[in-house]
């Protein structure tokens, strides 16, 4: 299949030595390029993002404007996306816009008259943009909800179906999920469903380490002088990461918080500084950290014990994405958490001992 792609994407996938498609990409290549409805579900870190983008821009055409609409849940996603397509949109000469809430509308109205082929954006600001009659839906060939399992349980969700009913009716509408939890009724009429939701990423390593509750922050801070450490650190309540933070600041511990009320210019600075390891423990709620993609992130560590399966699931796929290793640490308090935590991955025990992690 690969082989197929145009000569400019050739070279591409050649510089990233990527010789062949993940699961979900080759699965939904050509039902997505035949116009086909699709609800494709894979586990985070498959590689659904291109699963979805390398069939639909193969199907558009340079210079007509606004043929295809992407949806995502919120800004972070909406952002990565917008990067990857301008990475695969631009050799084929199509140009891809963003469209957010919270930024100028002025602008994004200016950049409409430049008449781009792909328009990427959160459903709020997309729909504003219809009402005022800029984004003009007659001409949307192609729909794409990403991380719809997300859409669906959000207040975003009826922006998302005022949207879909402005189309015209012989539109494709695409749907990509990280879990199966998904409302069939809601899915335009004759969607292919392609469910790979069990598929293991085996890259992943699960491990707990015992700790008592009130030692935790004090575990942390051990973990953020490890030598080129760093971890994207999950706390179940925003009041817990609060007062972790403080104290690891407190102790000049090399530790910063998501927390959602952080403005998305200052939220770039710090994850910018995460990724390039001067900060060494991003602490996050499971709200905040939506959409979040970090390359190569070696640890995801959970505070507590994750509510559920699907929610550690979602934790454990920040890291080990694409084939890449990666590994969860669990700190267990209490006998009945590391029961819990075994019905959700196989699980071996570890503690820290001069900057290292041993396996007991």
Same mark, same amino acid.
């Given at each position: 299949?690969?082989?197929?792609?145009?000569?400019?994407?050739?070279?591409?996938?050649?510089?990233?030595?990527?010789?062949?498609?993940?699961?979900?990409?080759?699965?939904?290549?050509?039902?997505?390029?035949?116009?086909?409805?699709?609800?494709?579900?894979?586990?985070?870190?498959?590689?659904?993002?291109?699963?979805?983008?390398?069939?639909?821009?193969?199907?558009?055409?340079?210079?007509?404007?606004?043929?295809?609409?992407?949806?995502?849940?919120?800004?972070?996603?909406?952002?990565?996306?917008?990067?990857?397509?301008?990475?695969?949109?631009? !050799?084929?000469?199509?140009?891809?816009?963003? @469209?957010? *809430?919270? =930024?100028?509308?002025?602008?994004?109205? #200016? &950049? +409409?008259?430049?008449?781009?082929?792909?328009?990427?954006?959160?459903?709020?600001?997309?729909?504003?943009?219809?009402?005022?009659?800029?984004?003009?839906?007659?001409?949307?060939?192609?729909?794409?909800?990403?991380?719809?399992?997300?859409?669906?349980?959000?207040?975003?969700?009826?922006?998302?179906?005022?949207?879909?009913?402005?189309?015209?009716?012989?539109?494709?509408?695409?749907?990509?999920?990280?879990?199966?939890?998904?409302?069939?009724?809601?899915?335009?009429?004759?969607?292919?469903?392609?469910?790979?939701?069990?598929?293991?990423?085996?890259?992943?390593?699960?491990?707990?380490?015992?700790?008592?509750?009130?030692?935790?922050?004090?575990?942390?801070?051990?973990?953020?002088?490890? !030598?080129?450490?760093?971890?994207?650190?999950? @706390?179940? *309540?925003? =009041?817990?990461?609060?007062?972790?933070? #403080? &104290? +690891?600041?407190?102790?000049?511990?090399?530790?910063?918080?998501?927390?959602?009320?952080?403005?998305?210019?200052?939220?770039?600075?710090?994850?910018?500084?995460?990724?390039?390891?001067?900060?060494?423990?991003?602490?996050?709620?499971?709200?905040?950290?939506?959409?979040?993609?970090?390359?190569?992130?070696?640890?995801?560590?959970?505070?507590?014990?994750?509510?559920?399966?699907?929610?550690?699931?979602?934790?454990?796929?920040?890291?080990?994405?694409?084939?890449?290793?990666?590994?969860?640490?669990?700190?267990?308090?209490?006998?009945?958490?590391?029961?819990?935590?075994?019905?959700?991955?196989?699980?071996?025990?570890?503690?820290?001992?001069?900057?290292?992690?041993?396996?007991?």
């Amino acid at each position: 299949m690969i082989s197929q792609f145009p000569s400019a994407w050739q070279k591409k996938l050649a510089q990233l030595n990527f010789s062949e498609l993940t699961d979900i990409q080759e699965k939904v290549f050509v039902p997505i390029s035949q116009g086909d409805n699709v609800l494709g579900i894979s586990p985070t870190g498959t590689g659904k993002t291109l699963a979805y983008l390398l069939p639909a821009l193969l199907k558009l055409k340079p210079k007509k404007s606004q043929q295809l609409l992407i949806l995502s849940p919120n800004t972070e996603l909406a952002g990565q996306i917008f990067e990857v397509t301008k990475e695969w949109a631009e !050799p084929l000469g199509l140009t891809a816009q963003l @469209f957010l *809430s919270g =930024s100028s509308q002025k602008r994004q109205i #200016e &950049r +409409l008259k430049k008449g781009p082929e792909i328009l990427i954006g959160t459903p709020g600001r997309v729909f504003e943009l219809i009402k005022l009659k800029k984004i003009k839906m007659m001409n949307v060939d192609t729909i794409i909800l990403d991380e719809f399992d997300e859409l669906l349980g959000d207040s975003q969700y009826h922006f998302v179906s005022k949207i879909t009913n402005h189309v015209p009716r012989d539109h494709q509408m695409i749907y990509m999920s990280a879990t199966n939890k998904v409302d069939q009724s809601v899915l335009a009429e004759n969607t292919i469903t392609i469910d790979l939701s069990d598929q293991k990423l085996d890259t992943i390593s699960h491990y707990y380490i015992s700790v008592d509750k009130r030692e935790r922050v004090e575990l942390l801070r051990k973990f953020s002088n490890i !030598p080129d450490f760093r971890g994207l650190v999950f @706390f179940n *309540s925003l =009041s817990d990461l609060g007062a972790s933070e #403080e &104290r +690891l600041q407190f102790n000049q511990a090399s530790a910063v918080s998501l927390a959602s009320d952080v403005n998305v210019k200052f939220r770039k600075v710090i994850l910018e500084k995460f990724k390039n390891h001067e900060i060494a423990l991003l602490l996050a709620t499971d709200l905040v950290a939506r959409g979040i993609d970090i390359e190569n992130l070696e640890y995801v560590i959970n505070f507590e014990v994750a509510r559920d399966r699907e929610t550690y699931t979602h934790r454990a796929g920040r890291t080990g994405r694409m084939g890449k290793t990666g590994a969860v640490i669990t700190f267990v308090t209490h006998p009945e958490d590391l029961k819990k935590l075994k019905k959700f991955a196989k699980v071996s025990e570890i503690y820290l001992k001069n900057q290292k992690l041993h396996i007991k």
